[in-house]
């Protein structure tokens, strides 16, 4: 039984598109020496694939961090069909996201204060496996940033560097184009000590299948439903995380439709319901809580995105 | 109540006497290795897989499940290679009406440590061979059963299986 579990795992593994950090992202930064070496191992090209290496970092014993590096994809035009996420002991999870503001690549920056997210785009959902057929378009001179997060568990300094993988398939071999769906708002404020409940709807712009769902929220949150119809008297419950667990904030659990997808015709509406429960004695805002669906949607080149308040 | 045994366990508890009995009069004192404890598990879903558009069997099945070293789990799952401390199956887990199913399973003693349950609820009755989820099986998330085991104790946990397989 012992990699049974893994394939269930894996099929989960959809967040750091969305990937949150601490709430201040103060870590020790210098390079401790006798640090244990957990760096992931380089594989050899390939040329079915293309390798996207991380910067290393080390992590002090008992912290969290989060690093982004920055990278550049400079060959021509080209789609993908899965990644592979090599990351050593102590990772939470390593992706690919778009860099709104790009530097020079090769360049690793903090990224464990939440706040940092907002540079980024979502881009990829961990090694989520596609259908047949099904690749997502990989722009040449595509800037990107691989994020990798670290939980240092360990009574030793680690030093690491991750690996993505991708899979690289012929433009001509694409039957169908998937790219990543996301709603978000950040337009909403939880008072202190307060439960809300915030609505928003999204209008589909164009006709797409839908491929996966998942949502989004932090620790705070306490139920989550997503909705399609083609009116508001018609809306339909395709996913529902309820009770919110705080665990969801890294690994959330999804809804497929490999095998059925669910059409999102244009015009149509998808509704976003979040709720929360503050116990904190701070109003919770973006993005110390989110309020987010993502997923994968065929039939679209561009990623999906409808984003409230920005 | 079943109980499973695996082969890294019995090798753990093997070495328990061996490891106490290491070094020399001159040495310095040698700390008895920590008693181990053992899990009661029982199976709890979320609404949110009772009310799954994928969700087509009766939520009525036998679990399988691994524990593994919290250390050795990403998002991901188990890195390769890592070992399992043990495994369970549990048969005749109804959930249909209940919130918690009524029956549990206990498993071996293991070792002191944080640890984590991956498994699945086999819906379909036809996992007894490979162990692995299909589609409209429940799952598991891979960190959000996570537990500590404490020495010389029975530690009650409730595997909340939070997806429906596709």
Known sequence: MTRSFKSGSALVCALAAIGCGSEDGSTPTTTAPGARDLRMEVPAADPAFLDFVGGEFTIEPGYEKMACTHLRYDGSDIAFSKLKTLQSDYGHHA???????????????????????????????????????????????????????YINTSSQPILVRDVVRMQKMAIEDVTTWAAIHITNTLEFAVPSYEKKKITFDCTVDKDVDLLM???????????????????????????????????????PPITLFFT???????????????????????????????????????????????SIGQ | MAAHRSLLAIALLSALPLLAGCGSDDDAQVLPAPTPGT?????????????????????????????????????????????EATSIELANVDLTTADVSANSVVTIPIFPDKYVFLGMLDLDANGAVERRPESGDLATLPTTNQFTVESGTETEVTIVFDLVFN
């Open chain 1, 95 to 149: 992706v690919l996201l778009a860099a709104k503001e790009p530097l020079p690549p090769g360049t690793t920056e903090d990224c464990t204060d939440r706040a940092s997210m907002s540079k980024y785009d979502a881009y990829t959902i961990g090694d989520q496996d596609l259908p047949p057929g099904h690749g997502i378009f990989l722009a040449g001179g595509k800037s990107m940033v691989l994020q990798s997060h």
């Open chain 1, 213 to 251: 769902v998942g949502g989004h929220m932090h620790e705070w949150g306490s139920r989550f439903e997503f909705f399609y119809g083609p009116s508001e008297a018609e809306l339909k419950s395709l996913y529902l995380a309820d009770p919110w667990r705080p665990d969801y904030r890294d690994a």
């Open chain 1, 260 to 306: 059925n997808p669910m059409r999102l015709k244009a015009g149509s509406i998808m509704r976003t319901v979040c709720e929360w429960d503050n116990s904190t004695t701070d109003e919770l805002s973006f993005p110390t809580e989110m309020c987010t669906s993502f997923g994968y949607v065929a039939g679209s080149k561009e990623p999906v995105v409808c």
């Open chain 2, 39 to 83: 899990l009661k598990f029982n199976f709890s879903t979320t609404n949110g897989v009772r009310a799954s558009p994928n969700l087509v069997d009766p939520l009525r099945g036998t679990a399988y499940g691994a524990i593994f070293f919290e250390r050795d789990v990403s998002l991901m799952g188990p890195r390769d290679g890592a070992p």
